[in-house]
């Protein structure tokens, strides 16, 4: 028996769906929250389920812990920020100078402006760098741990050398953490569904494309400059 009825407006997480149509599994796709238009709630799967997996799964945060996200402002980041805050943490967000007060109203306690200030120098020490960029070397990351702390890349970002040395890394130093694969389990979209609807996490969008415009999207998106995610709009 299906849990959706015909028009029920439903979000999921899955590949080439840059279409009008889509076919998907039912145990794929949940309601979209109730406070969110369709276009919002597009943004949230993909990145939402890799920021999940990154805070949940792969740093295991524990409320009054401290988190660390580089790259706060972007797609993952801007999710990585409010899922942490909900889990009870103490978040740092690094980003540029035009993001920081973006990166401050989605939550984060503190911010650092990554052309001022190199966090991997300062005296503050975490318990999970959530690492969208990879900018620094995994040795300089390690440094800003606390002594149990743990450094996670988030995978594809840095290129596969970076993350093939971090996975190797992980095998032997236990603050080294392997790049994870943010592959939906079930329950993620119930869990975040949960946050949007009770207000503690909101998609950031930058820009909205048509569907005809998609090669537009991309090319802002290889830009490497958006501002939380991007979205493709499909009108009927």
């Not at 991997?120 to 969208?132: A, F, S």
Request: with cysteine.
């Amino acid at each position: 028996m299906t849990r959706f009825r015909l028009g029920d407006e439903v979000y999921g997480s899955f590949p080439h769906t840059c279409a009008d149509y889509a076919a998907v599994p039912e145990e794929k796709v949940e309601r979209i929250p109730t406070n969110l238009p369709i276009e919002k709630a597009a943004a949230v799967p993909t990145s939402g389920i890799a920021a999940l997996h990154g805070i949940r799964d792969a740093g295991k945060v524990r409320p009054g812990q401290k988190v660390l996200i580089n790259g706060a402002s972007g797609g993952v980041g801007t999710f990585a920020v409010q899922i942490a805050k909900a889990y009870g943490a103490e978040v740092t967000g690094v980003c540029s100078t035009r993001n920081l007060d973006l990166v401050r109203s989605i939550g984060a306690d503190y911010v650092i402006d990554y052309t001022r200030e190199d966090f991997t120098r300062g005296e503050r020490r975490y318990d999970l760098i959530l690492d969208q960029v990879a900018n620094h070397s995994l040795s300089d990351c390690r440094r800003a741990l606390t002594p149990r702390g743990i450094h996670v890349p988030n995978s594809g970002h840095g290129g596969m050398s970076y993350v093939l040395r971090a996975l190797v890394v992980s095998m032997f130093v236990r603050r080294q953490g392997g790049a994870y694969m943010a592959t939906p389990k079930p329950g993620d979209l119930v869990e975040l569904t949960e946050w949007i609807e009770a207000g503690k996490v909101t998609p950031v969008i930058d820009r909205t494309y048509p569907l005809g415009e998609i090669g537009h999207a991309f090319r802002y998106l290889d830009e490497g400059h958006a501002r939380g995610k991007v979205v493709i709009a499909v009108h009927e």
